[in-house]
C-alpha cells in the first residue's frame, strides 16, 4: 500500500499533498485541491482490508477523508479559489496595491 503505487492502479496522476500551513495565506486551498486531486488513489487505499493497512499504519484509514467531506471539499474550494486569486492580485512587493482594495472588496462581498 502506497499512495503513488494505487495512484497508478486507479489511472490518478500522482500529486504530492500538500501541507497546511498556518502563516501562509490559501496554504488550506493548497491542501484541499491536492486532496481532491489523489480522490481515487485515497479511495482505493480506503478500500483496503483492514489488515493490509495495519501492517503500515493502522491510523491511516481513519485519516483519509469519507465521500461526504469529499464532497464539502468540492464544493468549498471554488470560492478559496477566488479568494486565492484575490489574495493574490492583492500581494504585491514590487507594485502598488491599495488602488484594488475597494475593487476587490465588492468582488468579495457578491462571493
Not at 497546511?20 to 490559501?26: I, L
Not at 496554504?27 to 485541491?33: D, E, G, Q, V
Request: glycine residues 0%; proline residues 5%; negative net charge.
Amino acid at each position: 500500500m502506497n499512495l503513488r503505487n494505487d495512484s497508478n492502479e486507479v489511472d490518478c496522476e500522482y500529486r504530492k499533498l500538500i501541507t497546511d500551513v498556518e502563516t501562509r495565506w490559501n496554504s488550506t486551498m493548497f491542501l484541499l485541491k491536492s486532496v481532491h486531486q489523489m480522490k481515487p488513489a485515497l479511495q482505493s487505499i480506503q478500500e483496503e482490508t483492514y489488515e493490509e493497512i495495519d501492517k503500515t499504519d493502522p491510523k491511516l484509514k481513519q485519516m483519509i477523508p469519507s465521500q461526504e467531506t469529499f464532497d464539502i471539499i468540492e464544493q468549498i474550494l471554488p470560492l478559496l479559489e477566488k479568494c486565492a486569486t484575490l489574495s493574490e492580485l492583492l500581494s504585491g512587493d514590487l507594485k502598488p496595491t491599495m488602488h484594488l482594495v475597494i475593487t476587490v472588496l465588492f468582488v468579495v462581498l457578491r462571493l
